[in-house]
């Protein structure tokens, strides 16, 4: 069975910075695509970061130039570097994996970590 599990969340002032790290384990054989979702109460789902398997990345406007998505294959582990936090990044923070399984994509979620950023 495949986990995902996230780590790193918790409680910053505004201005500071957190590392979530999100680590793959189980029946792995490829990851393909990885990505960070964040969603706050009352708030619609939303993409934070995406990077490819080949290290191309995308962010969402919100948090372009402040955060950083990386990830190392050799540890299937992957990394969202947030700075300058700001109190409208308060939020759960989910990571997702796309799983090459036999050259079929299996989608997993993380449990998710708390991101709380004080004004």
């Known amino acids: 069975q495949v986990r995902l599990v996230e780590s790193g969340g918790g409680l910053v002032q505004a201005g500071g910075s957190l590392r979530l790290s999100c680590v793959a384990s189980?029946?792995?054989?490829?990851?393909?695509?990885m990505g960070w979702y964040r969603q706050a109460p009352g708030k619609q789902h939303e993409l934070v970061a995406r990077?490819?398997?080949?290290?191309?990345?995308n962010y969402a406007d919100s948090v372009k130039d402040r955060f950083t998505i990386s990830r190392d294959n050799a540890k299937n582990t992957l990394y969202l570097q947030m700075n300058n936090l700001k109190p409208e990044d308060t939020a759960v923070y989910y990571c997702?994996?796309?799983?090459?399984?036999?050259?079929?994509?299996?989608?997993?979620w993380g449990q998710g970590t708390q991101v709380t950023v004080s004004s």
């Open positions: 997702y994996a796309d799983l090459d399984f036999s050259g079929s994509l299996v989608g997993y």
């Open positions: 189980g029946s792995i054989f490829s990851i393909d695509a």
């Open positions: 990077i490819t398997s080949g290290a191309d990345t």
